[in-house]
């Protein structure tokens, strides 16, 4: 399964909505209950899931699901 397989998955877990289909250019503002609350939710199921810490550094970076993909993949690349 490949990360944006494994991430799409997060996202219908943590968005409760087995429909989703993410894409790079993917916003909150595209998804239906993105908010402040269940962006918390999802970078806590992305960590949890793929055994990775982001910083808070790198939080304020992603502009999109795109940025969030890049950044797990570099990090899995670390390991």
Not at 21 to 50: C, K, Q, Y
Request: net charge negative; charged share 25%; glycine share 6%.
């Amino acid at each position: 399964m490949t990360t944006q397989e494994q991430l799409n998955s997060i996202f219908c877990m943590v968005f409760d909505d087995a429909d989703i289909s993410i894409r790079p250019d993917m916003t909150a503002n595209d998804v239906d209950g993105w908010d402040s609350l269940s962006h918390v939710n999802l970078i806590i199921a992305v960590e949890g899931r793929f055994g990775i810490r982001f910083s808070q550094k790198e939080l304020l970076t992603f502009k999109n699901v795109g940025d969030l993909l890049n950044c797990i993949d570099k990090k899995l690349s670390e390991r």
